[in-house]
């Protein structure tokens, strides 16, 4: 059985950080396509970074220079650092793992910024 358990998530200021993981059960991240998407109350889901099998990784414009995307191999899991926060990055954040027809979404951790 597949599960991403993604944690990390809380209530921040705005200019502060977070760290959200993604901690991956019965694949290894590695074979796979890695992503983080969010949506806000009433909006779309919408792809915030993602990572390919090579390494190489991709950001939406709205967060280009705030969030990184990484992988730890070892620990199977993948990351999402925040820094910079603003009022508009408050979402839930899923983690997607993909590879061909397969697709995989973890549950979702709720990122909330506000003073």
């Known amino acids: 059985q597949v599960q991403l358990v993604e944690s990390g998530g809380g209530l921040v200021q705005p200019g502060g950080s977070l760290r959200l993981s993604c901690a991956a059960s019965?694949?290894?991240?590695?074979?796979?396509?890695m992503a983080w998407y969010r949506q806000a109350p009433g909006k779309q889901r919408e792809l915030v970074a993602a990572s390919t099998r090579s390494g190489s990784t991709s950001y939406a414009d709205s967060v280009k220079g705030r969030f990184t995307i990484s992988r730890d191999n070892a620990k199977n899991t993948v990351y999402l650092q925040m820094n910079s926060l603003k009022p508009e990055d408050t979402a839930v954040y899923y983690c997607r793992a993909a590879f061909m027809t397969r697709e995989y979404w973890g549950q979702g951790t709720q990122v909330t910024v506000s003073s």
């Open positions: 019965g694949i290894i991240v590695s074979g796979y396509v």
